[in-house]
Nanobody, 119 residues
């Protein structure tokens, strides 16, 4: 499974941005997907995750009410809609896909897309 993120940009605080994650390869094996972010000097953290069918999602407390996550399985694409962006949202955002195998969970990662929010 290959994951490619897009949509990162430099925006002013209060604005919106939508990130996309396109999956290729053995996408039929993908279960849950999620967005993580890593700010400079900090550990990578979960931002939002969504189940395989898109029926359930969870969010980090810091983004709840501002971000939404969705996926279009027909297009093998996941999205992160980010509204009311804050400078503290500045980070590299990574797409994650989880696969359940006989040997346990396998994680796939994209290379990341940079989001910079100026004050």
């Amino acid at each position: 499974v290959q994951l490619v993120e897009s949509g990162g940009a430099l925006v002013h605080a209060g604005n919106s941005l939508r990130l996309s994650c396109a999956a290729a390869g053995s996408t039929f094996s993908i279960d849950a997907m999620g967005w993580y972010r890593q700010a400079q000097g900090k550990q990578r953290e979960l931002v939002a995750a969504i189940t395989s069918g898109g029926g359930s999602a969870n969010f980090a407390a810091s983004v709840k009410g501002r971000f939404t996550i969705s996926r279009d399985n027909a297009k093998n694409t996941m999205y992160l809609q980010m509204n009311s962006l804050k400078p503290e949202d500045t980070a590299v955002y990574y797409c994650n896909a989880a696969e359940s195998t006989l040997w346990g969970r396998m994680d796939y990662w994209g290379k990341g897309t940079l989001v910079t929010v100026s004050s």
